[in-house]
């Protein structure tokens, strides 16, 4: 049973659009929602969280919005950019930090110049 | 400050043949974990650490096995590998966030 469901799983928007990645989740205990962004040959490295008492969070040009009725959180990235073409995986988990990440299978994101 | 390292980057293996993944991390981070990677799979959780001597189950288990003897370390363990575990591994730990070290590709034949 796949508790996050991410979508699309690759999209393509010009440079300065803004690519929208959606996350629907199940499991109501998850309380802590991050997004991971992975270029080829590393690792995935955190780009942006949110806890569930907060409907919105930006940093820089990353926004969640978060909709806890609907089980359901989104990414945008505001003025994209070449250099944002990578992978972005959402995750979830509970229980104060110490269970691990469940993630959603990625989206493959390039933006053309 | 390294942050979290696996060692080695690249593996090939045999079927059948042993061998142990170690991550490490200088972040002084109670929790710790191992991770899978598949094309189109996400990443899913192999093990868990949240301390010293400590170790749990994730969703993905089965042929694997861990142990954490030391606090700023995390091994994994493959007894006898098989060809369905060929896979990216990455190692993660926290305090809250998770950091990810660069990955082990592995491949059994």
């Known amino acids: 049973q796949q508790q996050v469901k991410q979508s699309p799983q690759s999209l393509i928007v010009q440079k300065g659009g803004i690519p929208i990645i959606n996350c629907a989740y199940e499991?109501?205990?998850?309380?802590?929602f991050p997004w991971y962004q992975q270029f080829p040959g590393k690792g995935p490295a955190l780009l942006i969280a949110?806890?569930?008492?907060?409907s919105e969070k930006k940093e820089g040009r990353f926004t969640i919005s978060f909709n806890k009725s609907a089980k359901q959180f989104s990414l945008h990235i505001m003025d994209s950019q070449p250099g944002d073409s990578a992978t972005y995986f959402c995750?979830?988990?509970?229980?104060?930090?110490?269970?691990?990440?469940?993630f959603g299978k990625g989206t493959h994101l390039i933006i053309q110049p | 400050n390294a942050g979290v390292t696996q060692t080695p980057k690249f593996r090939v293996l045999k079927t059948g043949q042993s061998m142990t993944l170690l991550c490490a991390q200088d972040?002084?981070?109670?929790?710790m974990y191992w991770y899978r990677q598949d094309p189109g799979m996400g990443l899913r959780l192999i093990h868990y650490?949240?301390?010293?001597?400590?170790?749990a189950k994730g969703e993905v288990p089965d042929g694997y096995n861990v142990s954490r003897l030391k606090k700023q370390n995390f091994l994994l363990g493959l007894e006898s590998a098989a060809p369905s575990q060929t896979s990216v591994y990455f190692c993660?730990?926290?305090?809250?966030?998770?950091?990810f070290g660069p990955g082990t590709r592995l491949t059994v034949l």
């Open positions: 949110i806890r569930p008492d907060v």
């Open positions: 995750a979830a988990n509970s229980g104060g930090g110490a269970d691990g990440l469940t």
């Open positions: 499991n109501t205990a998850f309380d802590y």
């Open positions: 972040m002084n981070h109670e929790y």
């Open positions: 993660a730990s926290a305090r809250y966030e998770q950091f």
């Open positions: 650490s949240v301390g010293e001597g400590t170790t």
